[in-house]
C-alpha cells in the first residue's frame, strides 16, 4: 500500500495526473485494444471491481492491516514462549 501510494504521488508529481485522471486516459486502451480472450483472468479481475477506487479513506484500511500484523506478531510470540 505505501509503495502504491508513493509510486501514485511520484506519477501525480511527473505528469499532473491523478489517479482518477490517469484511468480516465486509460479508457481507450481497455475499450480499443485489450483483447478479453486472450486475458481472461485479467478480464474477471477486472469485472470484480479490483482497479475501482476504495470506498473511504486510505488509513482505516491501513489501521486494519497493521492491527492484523500486530496480532499475528503477539501470536507467534506466545507460541514461543509456551
Same mark, same amino acid.
Given at each position: 500500500m505505501?509503495?502504491?501510494?508513493?509510486a501514485? @504521488?511520484? #506519477?501525480?508529481? @511527473?505528469t499532473?495526473l491523478?489517479?482518477?485522471?490517469?484511468?480516465?486516459?486509460? @479508457?481507450s486502451f481497455?475499450?480499443?485494444?485489450?483483447?478479453?480472450?486472450?486475458?481472461?483472468?485479467m478480464?474477471?479481475v477486472?469485472?470484480?471491481?479490483?482497479?475501482?477506487?476504495?470506498?473511504?479513506?486510505?488509513?482505516?484500511?491501513?489501521?486494519?492491516?497493521l #492491527?492484523?500484523?500486530?496480532?499475528?506478531?503477539?501470536?507467534?510470540?506466545?507460541?514461543?514462549?509456551?
Amino acid at each position: 500500500m505505501a509503495r502504491g501510494a508513493i509510486a501514485e @504521488n511520484r #506519477d501525480r508529481e @511527473n505528469t499532473g495526473l491523478d489517479r482518477g485522471a490517469y484511468w480516465m486516459s486509460m @479508457n481507450s486502451f481497455w475499450e480499443d485494444w485489450f483483447d478479453v480472450e486472450r486475458y481472461p483472468t485479467m478480464t474477471r479481475v477486472w469485472e470484480a471491481g479490483a482497479f475501482d477506487e476504495p470506498d473511504g479513506p486510505f488509513e482505516p484500511s491501513l489501521e486494519r492491516l497493521l #492491527d492484523s500484523i500486530e496480532l499475528t506478531l503477539e501470536k507467534a510470540r506466545e507460541s514461543r514462549t509456551s
